[in-house]
């Protein structure tokens, strides 16, 4: 029986090895003319720059039963992810199921099915599936902050279309936004640009790539959190915990600047945000080459960005790392009613059961539609919704309406968030009803490792040939950081 998967990135590619795996023929519709997503950084299409590096730690943002190249440093850049991503895509023989440069303009039910119809090379298509997996994935649509961008008489770029520094040489240049892609963009400003200004409405938690000796989410995400469940939803509560340990851990944001303070009165009564970033973005901030401003940018005028305050900054070039939304303009009408779809909404753009189905839309599944810190979310989200849409997910429909109506309440009152879900807990959700047990005892004794990084190399240590690839990520891992040693 065929599956269609529309997307062409890490998604789609996770989503047709599950399906392969569950006895599901691929049927991929792919709307660039290569496969890789964002990773590609094609210019005209929503991706990445050739200089970044990946935030996770590459063993935690493996595919489970791929092991990555231990020379491919621990935050790989576009390039090694597209050799990975080539090398999975080889190991499952996915690429005869790819069908690229074709466009997906709608999908609708059909008498029980569903209608799929896409463009390639200038003509129509339409066929009907009884299954399809929509993996366009989150980073689909760039987000701004402002309304009325054509005003400004420079330039915009955003993390989605940026490529090259040389836009910032000899220009003002404002970034709007202190999250990961905003302090990415300034930091690449520096060295041309005439004067950088970073602009944000609130200070976040700031924490280097490196903690305690090691990649930060090794440190965040080891075994011994699968013995810390907690509710899957951002809340206060899971949000404070996460605060009060990380404060502890990477110390107080005005260390780095004094307009980074955060006001300790407000832990536990409001949501904070966290960013990763190098040790030489916060030295540039320390010495004055990026300027830090607090404030929020509500407009553009001709010359730069207009602040809720009225302020006026001046600018050549405006940098934004204002995020990205899911795009879903190719659903029907009923489609985007039954999931309540609103691009609109930053938070939630779709309501469903942990953002993966909904039980009004059978053989229907999303995978990327919520983008994880937490490692292999690409492949339990597409397990999660392939067990689903062939019935075999073994959790009851009581559940299943308990999780949508968890979504509708984030909507409505999980404000100031970057995510709907924490990102620890929504892991150890997906184990749950995956029913994915994880055996540290066995960890600790057979790989000679004590409390290391959740990799999914050992989300399925019982697969055929599961043990050598965990034995070589665990050697490596022995010398790189004997932290993690049994014996250290």
């Known amino acids: 029986m065929e599956v269609c998967i529309i997307g062409g990135g890490l998604s789609a590619v996770s989503s047709a090895k599950i399906c392969k795996d569950h006895g599901l023929v691929p049927f991929i519709l792919n709307k660039s003319s290569a496969l890789g997503g964002v990773w590609k950084g094609f210019e005209g299409e929503v991706g990445v720059w050739p200089s ?64 799929v119809t896409w463009t390639h090379n200038g003509q129509t298509h339409e066929r009907i599936f009884k299954y399809v997996v929509v993996s ?30 040389s836009i910032f040489k000899d220009k003002k240049v404002v970034a709007v936004g202190l999250s990961m892609t905003a302090s990415e963009l ?61 404060l502890q851990m990477v110390g107080k944001p005005e260390n780095f600047h004094p307009l ?18 190098d040790d030489e973005y916060y030295d540039a901030v320390a010495e004055g080459k990026i300027i830090q401003h607090k404030g929020q940018v509500v407009k553009v005028y001709e010359h730069g960005v207009i602040l809720e305050d009225g302020t006026q900054l001046e600018a050549d070039v405006i940098a934004v790392g204002a995020g990205f939304q899911p795009d879903y303009d190719y659903l029907s009408d009923e489609i985007k009613a039954t999931i309540q779809y609103d691009p609109k909404e930053k938070l939630l753009a779709t309501i469903m059961c942990r953002s993966i189905f909904h039980p009004d839309l059978p053989r229907l599944c999303f995978v990327g539609n919520f983008a994880s810190a937490a490692p292999g979310h690409h492949e339990l989200q597409a397990e999660i919704g392939v067990k689903y849409m062939i019935g075999t997910l073994d959790i009851s429909n009581e559940e299943i309406w308990r999780c949508v109506k968890d979504e509708e309440f984030a909507r409505q009152n999980v404000k ?47 697969r055929p040939g599961q043990m050598e690839i965990c034995r070589a990520w665990a050697e490596d891992l022995k010398i790189k950081y004997p932290m993690f040693r049994k014996d250290n």
């Open 136 to 165: 366009t994935g989150r980073y689909s649509k760039i987000n701004y902050p402002f309304p009325n961008p054509e005003i400004f008489s420079g330039e915009i770029v955003h993390g989605g279309n940026y490529r090259n520094a």
């Open 186 to 246: 300034a930091f690449d400003a520096v060295p041309l640009a005439q004067s950088v200004t970073q602009v944000f409405k609130r200070p976040y938690i700031c924490m280097k790539r490196c903690m305690q000796g090691a990649p930060f989410d090794m440190i965040l995400f080891r075994t011994s959190i699968i013995n810390q469940p907690g509710s899957a939803l951002t809340d206060l509560e899971n949000n404070n915990f996460f605060n009060q340990a990380f």
């Open 416 to 462: 100031g968030s970057m995510s709907p879900y924490d990102f620890k807990n929504y892991l150890l959700d997906n184990f749950r009803m995956l029913k994915i047990d994880i055996n540290i005892e066995r960890i600790e004794n057979e790989l000679g490792l004590k409390d290391p990084p959740l990799v999914p190399y050992l989300y399925y240590m019982d």
């Open 260 to 277: 980074w303070k955060i006001d300790e009165s407000i832990l536990g009564k409001e949501l904070l945000c966290a960013k990763a970033a």
């Open 52 to 115: 970044l590096r990946c935030l996770n730690e590459k063993h935690l943002f493996s595919f489970s039963d791929y092991l990555w190249n231990l020379d491919d440093p621990d935050h790989p850049n576009p390039f090694h992810i597209l050799n990975y991503m080539n090398g999975f895509i080889e190991k499952h023989d996915l690429s005869q199921y790819f069908h690229n440069s074709c466009e997906v303009t709608r999908l609708e039910r059909s008498d029980g099915d569903y209608k």
